[in-house]
């Protein structure tokens, strides 16, 4: 069994970004669950956590949400990822590659060549 990992700071708006850009428009249950199953159970989301980023985003315009019945009829609000949104994930993809790679750098210092 793996051990779970915090979500990162900064982390949590692009892993929702992404989520809703590949599959669509999903309720807060469904877009956490993906986000766990995507990570192979390293990740435990609180929903605590991600309710506000979810409203966050919202408010910043990079969501959207309507009421819809979910699968087992219930009223949920699903989101949907709105042009502006897609520029975020853009923008957001970009820096942490950017990030990635320059750490990548100094993860690599001292190993042999």
Known sequence: MTDQMDVQPGTLSLMILRTLDVLGPL?????????????????????????PALVKLEQEGSVVAEWRRSENNRRAKYYSLTPAGRKQLARETREWREVADLMSAFLKLGEAT
């Open 27 to 51: 309720h807060g249950y469904g877009v956490a669950r993906r986000i766990e199953d995507t990570s192979e159970g390293r990740l435990k989301l609180n929903y605590g956590t991600l309710y």
